[in-house]
């Protein structure tokens, strides 16, 4: 199976090369502003801890603290730990570093019954339990929760609560996992303006980066689900990606972040952006986790990713390498692993047309199917004409542009997917490649397009301390 190749290489990777760092330096020119808007969480965690004793919770920080979910589970079964603390200790550390003064600013809602729920599962659980039960995850705030409001940042949006969840939410509640909350993001999936910076949404403000808040960008548009699980404010996260916000985000904030093939995890009940490339996938600090979280994610069970850790090295390996910034430090690494790295030299796609093409008929027949209060492009583009100031402070001309789109590209796009895919296709059967690897996030638009799976990994900082992942893209050759 395509998945289980490429997670059990990178699983190899990881163990070779990978690691975390603290960020001390700017990767780009700061445009963020310290900017909060209020919000319930503060309010909701309040009400949840106002019975639990919560300073022997914090106690349990050892056992918490960049751990893994197996790590946790094993915790849990040893009982030194309940899925109720665990609850618990991530909303504490909402309250403390996500919601103060100057914080972090992630956190958009909090699941107003997860601590109740994690009491249900601390008094059911069995000695066979499945790897995300009880796991707390954040969902980005456009995907569908049926207890919480679903804005995708928006002040439009913003009192929008869906009569049902989306499909994957059902996933994840039926493998027993805890919906903790929902996550900022870059407002409509970064689709706003030129000028709006990555982790901005009109609803709750701005989302700023663990490792050196307003230099370093949390990128986007998955900002919000990529900055608390690097900050410890949940164990796992879902995000979604059209073109690179679940990768880019993954990178810069240190964890791992995992594009699965298109529709593997439905987009039903996702606020959409572009049907032919949107995709939801998991955001998580380690592979294994990632392979966890989108196991519980899917509902075709037959699609599960077997995760295979007795594969011993990379030895004559051949993985093609796209020439980027620090393409250098991943070819030798791989050497170093016994792999056979190919350099390449890949001409990028502009896919801004698809994004123009689909914006518009796909965001009014999401409106149609879940009554939102905006039924249009045009309806949203006018209610923010109400209070620019609020409503869109930097601007709003991609919605303006969409919204004008006629719909002349269909045939383009469909073409440019189907040329795509034979394009990368190609390159893997005439370089007789296992795997693609790259360290520029700008790599990620050739298989977003085709639907392809990506994976970033923390790979190491530059001589400037400025990180980067090493990116891993993997089809079934034809």
């Known amino acids: ?114 601590i109740s729920e994690a009491k249900k599962l601390d008094s059911e659980k069995t000695e066979s339990i499945n790897p995300m039960y009880g796991i707390p995850v954040l969902v980005k705030d456009n995907i569908n929760t049926k207890d919480m409001k679903t804005s995708a940042g928006t002040i439009a949006l913003k009192d929008f609560q869906p009569s049902e969840n989306a499909p994957v939410i059902e996933s994840l509640i039926k493998n027993k996992a805890i919906i903790l909350g929902k996550a900022n993001l870059s407002e409509l999936a970064n689709f706003v303006d030129t000028k709006m910076p990555s982790g901005y949404s009109s609803k709750l403000g701005q989302t700023h980066n663990p490792f050196d808040p307003l230099m370093l960008t949390p990128s986007g548009s998955s900002s919000g689900s990529a900055v608390a699980v690097a900050a410890n404010l949940s164990t796992v996260a879902l995000g979604t990606e059209t073109t690179g916000s679940i990768i880019s985000p993954a990178s810069i904030n240190s964890i791992v972040g995992f594009k699965p093939s298109k529709d593997l995890i439905s987009t039903e009940g996702v606020v959409p952006l572009s049907s032919t490339m949107d995709t939801v996938g998991p955001m998580t600090k380690t592979v294994k986790d990632a392979v966890a979280l989108f196991n519980a994610s899917i509902q075709d069970e037959s699609k599960k990713i077997n995760l295979n850790t007795d594969l011993k090295d990379l030895s004559n390996m051949r993985i093609g390498v796209m020439k980027g910034d620090n393409s250098e430090k991943l070819i030798e690494a791989l050497k170093k692993a016994g792999a056979v790295p190919v350099e390449l030299e890949i001409e990028e796609i502009d896919n801004e047309f698809i994004l123009q093409q689909d914006f518009k008929p796909d965001f009014e027949n999401f409106a149609k199917k879940y009554n939102l209060p905006v039924k249009n492009l045009s309806e949203l583009v006018e209610f923010n004409k109400k209070d620019l100031k609020r409503n869109a402070k930097y601007g709003q001309d991609l919605i303006e542009d969409a919204a004008e789109n006629k719909g002349e590209d269909a045939e383009k796009v469909k073409k440019t997917v189907a040329e795509t895919k034979e394009k990368l296709n190609k390159l893997m059967k005439d370089n007789n490649l296992d795997i693609i690897a790259f360290t520029d996030s700008t790599g990620v638009v050739l298989p977003c397009i085709a639907g392809y799976p990506l994976m970033t990994v923390p790979l190491r900082s530059n001589r400037d301390r400025r990180a980067y992942g090493s990116y891993f893209l993997r089809y079934r050759r034809k």
Do not use: C, W
Not at 31 to 47: C, L, S
Not at 94 to 112: F, H, T
């Open 1 to 114: 199976m395509k998945n289980k190749i490429i997670i059990a290489v990178i699983v190899l990777a990881v163990a070779f090369f990978a690691a975390k760092f603290f960020l001390k330096s700017q990767v780009q020119t700061a445009t963020e502003e310290v900017i909060m808007y209020d919000n319930d969480v503060i309010k909701t965690i309040d009400a949840h801890l106002q019975n639990l004793p919560i300073e022997e919770i914090r106690k349990k920080e050892k056992l918490i603290m960049e751990k893994s979910i197996e790590e946790i589970q094993e915790s849990i079964k040893k009982g030194e730990l309940t899925y109720t603390e665990l609850t618990a200790f991530y909303m504490d550390r909402i309250r403390s570093y996500d919601k103060a003064k100057k914080g972090l600013n992630s956190v958009m809602e909090i699941n107003p019954n997860a």
